[in-house]
């Protein structure tokens, strides 16, 4: 049985594969987007799919400071849980990425801290639904 779908977003096709089978052998399933909008668009996929409920963006280390600019401001509008990978030179963004709800893992790291990641965001959002007011009565 699945552990869940995660849609896994990298502008380097190694790190895409890598994290794919990384998934895989965690028992998630792996669900390729090719941009960050593309995978945050509320509406169903052409495939049927529902949006993802997690995506791991993998930042490659020709990130610019625009498009990282740009991608905090994306994560800061969504509700999707999100783990953001980044190459060890911009480790200094970790803070930046925390701030807007973004999980972050500095490359390189290991597969248990994945699956790590993936395992608390998968709580966290149980727990907020508790949390949640109940409807009123009428």
Do not use: C
């Not at 890598?18 to 509406?43: F, I, K, N, W």
């Not at 969504?78 to 990978?85: A, K, L, N, Q, S």
Request: avoid cysteine.
């Amino acid at each position: 049985m699945a552990a869940g779908t995660v849609t896994v977003i990298a502008s380097d096709e190694r790190w895409v594969r890598l994290l794919e089978v990384t998934l895989r052998l965690g028992g998630y399933v792996a669900r390729r987007e090719r941009s960050l909008e593309a995978a945050l668009r509320p509406e169903t996929g052409d495939d049927g799919s529902e949006p993802p409920r997690t995506v791991v963006l993998d930042l490659g280390i020709e990130t610019s400071a625009a498009e990282t600019e740009d991608i905090r401001r994306q994560l800061a509008g969504t509700t999707t849980r999100m783990i953001v990978v980044l190459p060890g030179r911009m480790a200094d963004e970790q803070s930046a990425f925390n701030a807007v709800g973004a999980q972050v893992l500095i490359r390189p790291y290991a597969p248990s801290e994945l699956y790590k990641a993936l395992g608390e965001a998968e709580p966290a959002v149980r727990e907020s639904a508790r949390e949640a007011p109940a409807p009123a009565e009428q």
